[in-house]
């Protein structure tokens, strides 16, 4: 008779005693790397842009003066709220400690810290109707 309730296998077992174990002693058993997952998008291609965040369109970012404003909305794009600094939990919600104190994040200020925020998102593919057709063409391609 068992000393335990239960006698299924569990963690109080030998590690030794399980049939699958064949590891050597002293050893730990290595899985085998390429049946993890792989995850959301792996591989795929991506880019760095700027979005509006109150609109949410793209704006592009290459001169961003303190006077510039969203192509799509007209809302003022040198502001709290598009800078990467901005952190509601931060002192005077800002991660720049020396930051002087804003009152209104999303209106056009002149910041010294003030960092474009920028994010990954997935690129647009940029096959044509034509690639498209040729690859289908190719596969009955005698």
Do not use: W
């Amino acid at each position: 008779m068992s000393d335990r309730k239960y006698r299924q296998r569990g963690y109080q077992d030998d590690k030794g005693d399980h049939p699958g174990n064949t590891a050597p002693a002293g050893h730990p058993r290595r899985r085998d790397p390429t049946l993890r997952p792989a995850g959301r998008g792996l591989g795929a291609p991506t880019a760095t842009i700027f979005r509006c965040r109150v609109c949410g369109k793209e704006n592009p970012v290459k001169d961003l003066a303190p006077e510039s404003a969203c192509t799509h909305c007209g809302a003022d794009l040198h502001s709290c709220t598009h800078c990467s600094l901005f952190d509601t939990s931060a002192t005077n919600q800002c991660r720049e400690p020396k930051a002087q104190l804003v009152r209104s994040k999303a209106t056009r200020n002149q910041c010294g810290h003030f960092k474009v925020r920028r994010a990954r998102e997935f690129a647009k593919e940029t096959n044509s109707p034509r690639d498209a057709k040729a690859a289908f063409d190719a596969l009955f391609d005698l």
